[in-house]
Structure formats: C-alpha cells, structure tokens
C-alpha cells in the first residue's frame, strides 16, 4: 500500500507543474472549456439549452471551476437548495448569511441538475421556445426570469461567450450520437414540478427524479448506437433498469453486470448504458483525467471494463484518480 500512495504522490508532484503553468498563463476559462465541452453539448442534445449558455454560466458561477462551491460540493451553477431538494447540502454565505446549496457527488450530476432546474421551472419556459443558436436571447432571458440579481448578468454571460468563441459549440449536430435532440422537444411540453418533503439523507439524483415528473406521449424507443461492435443506449431522465431491460430484452443482472453497476446505482440522463459486455481496453491509448470523472465514469465513457482499466494503470479497485492524472486505456501502465 505503500508503494501505491509513493507511487501516486510522485506522479501528481510531476503533473502540478504543467497543470499550474496552463492556470498561470491565463489558461483558466480554456481549461474549464476543455474539460467541460463534452457535457455541455450532451445536455444541449438533451434538453435543447445551448452548450455556449451552459458553459458560461458555469464558467462564471464556478470562477472556472476554482470557487469553493464548486471545489467542495462539485455545484457549477450556484443553485441553492430550495424547499423541495433531498440530496446533501453546503451552507455558506451568499446574498444572505449561511444559505443552502445543493451539493452534488460529480460535476456530471450537476451539469444534469441544471437542465432539470431550468426544464422544471415555470419561469424559464419561455427560453425553450428560442432558437438553441441564440445565445443572445438567453442570456437576456435568463436575467430576466431572475436566475441572478447581478445586474450585468447577461452581459458577463455574452462576453465570456463572445470572448472564448463558445457558440460554436451550439452548432453541434442533432443528430449527434451522444443524444436526440427531438427528445427534448417532447420533454418541454410534459413536465411538471412536484413538492416533496425535504430530507438530506437522498442521494442527489433521486431528489431530481422526484422534483420532476416527465410524461412522454407515445415515447420513441431507445436509439440502438455502437460504440466499435458493443451496442449502447443513452440514458433518456425518465429510464429505469426495469423498463429498459424489457425493451430491450435483457436480464436485469446483465445490466448490472454489462456496466460495472449494481442495483442501487442511479441511471444518470445522457450516460452510456450499455448492452453487451464492454472491451478490456478502448480505442484511445490515454486519458487525462477531467475536473469530476471517477473510474467508474471513464469506464462507462470509453466502453472499458472497469476491471481492467484498474488494472492497466497499476492501481487498486478502491482508488480513484486525481485531475490531470494520465490513464492508459491500452497498453499497461510501466
């Protein structure tokens, strides 16, 4: 064990030199765009808010990733508890002193929940019905339904949007395999929010299923995508293991058993789920580890069998990587 934490700590102690000369030289805003594109344009593809809006709100209530907020309860976009929410909470001082904050297990879950705060809320319906390109016409909406009491809010928005070229991420594909964008249509006329108790013993993505409730009329099965000659689907917010197991005739264990999961893990909107055995290695050779990720995460992202990603990089099952740490997703680590 020892030589496993000798062996780890000597890695990140080479690894903080670059990570610091790229915050050094004004990398900050770039980093988080890298590390965070990918999620932006999958909840876009999902519910149809554009990625360039979702980055900089999240650049911009993170301080890039780098706020105490973000760092400590992986909450990128300053949402607050609110009466209905049943995940963990991180109190600290706001508008008001001492104020409630959803605290979220990944990045990921906050991303998702951002969706589902806007998508859930009678107040923002009215940005769904703009052109997912403009961006303009969001940031405007967003102040205006009163998302911040920043005054410049919708500018700081547009300037950090204008200055990194983030609308060119709004351009992405519909059709796109990470997700169907006429899903999110359909999800804009059905939802509707539901008061629960509050309680902070739930886990943070059960509190999301609960506070909204989506019915979709005449649901569209889930689109069969492959990922080199192992099949998965996306994870749509409404899925459970029971009913995708019965449309797509598997055993509940294979499930479980395909995705490195167990029954009391949570299906999270926009994730891979996949449908057959995934491969002991994947097609890239490394990974750097971004701001969130878990192994379990990189291993469901890249189609690897958890196992054997543990085992490719010498490190034991229990461990998790740091940002910026290099994985090999192929060849075994020296």
């Keep these: 064990m020892l030589n496993y934490f000798r062996i780890g700590f ?63 309860a992986n909450n990128h976009f300053g949402i607050k508890c609110h009466d209905e929410w049943e995940g963990p909470t991180f109190i600290k001082s706001d508008d008001a002193k001492d104020e409630c904050f959803r605290k ?4 990921l879950d906050s991303y998702t929940d951002h969706s589902l705060f806007l998508k859930s809320r009678a107040r ?40 990194h070229e983030l609308f060119k991420f709004d351009l992405a594909d519909h059709s796109s395999k990470n997700a169907k964008s006429d899903l999110t249509k359909k999800h804009s006329k059905n939802i509707k929010s539901e008061t629960t108790k509050k309680s902070h013993s739930a886990p943070p993505i059960a509190a999301v299923e609960k506070e909204v409730i989506v019915a979709i009329e005449n649901e569209q099965p889930h689109e069969i995508l492959r990922l080199g000659i192992v099949k998965y689907i996306i994870i749509k917010p409404n899925d459970t293991f029971d009913k995708i197991a019965k449309e797509t005739d598997k055993d509940l264990w294979q499930l479980y058993k395909f995705n490195d999961l167990s029954q009391y893990d949570k299906l999270v909107p926009g994730q891979k789920l996949y449908l057959q055995p995934k491969l002991r290695k994947a097609k890239e050779s490394f990974h750097i580890v971004k701001m969130g990720e878990t192994m379990k995460s990189i291993s469901q992202f890249y189609g690897i069998k958890l196992k054997y990603l543990y085992k490719k990089n010498n490190m034991r099952e229990w461990e998790e990587p740091i940002t910026g740490q290099l994985l090999y997703m192929r060849d075994m680590k020296k």
């Design 124 to 163: 923002y319906s009215k940005l769904f019905e703009l052109n997912r390109t403009d961006y303009k016409a969001w940031a405007k909406g967003l102040k205006e339904a009163g998302y911040a009491t920043d005054p410049e809010y919708s500018q700081r928005l547009l300037d950090l949007i204008e200055t």
């Design 104 to 107: 979220y297990p990944t990045v």
């Design 10 to 72: 000597f890695f990140t102690i080479l690894q903080l030199p670059v990570y610091a000369e790229r915050i050094e030289s004004g990398g900050a805003a770039q980093l988080y765009v890298h590390n965070f594109k990918e999620d932006a344009i999958k909840e876009m593809l999902l519910y149809n808010i554009p990625a360039s809006i979702i980055l900089a709100q999240g650049m911009l209530e993170s301080g890039n990733g780098t706020s105490d907020l973000a760092v400590l």
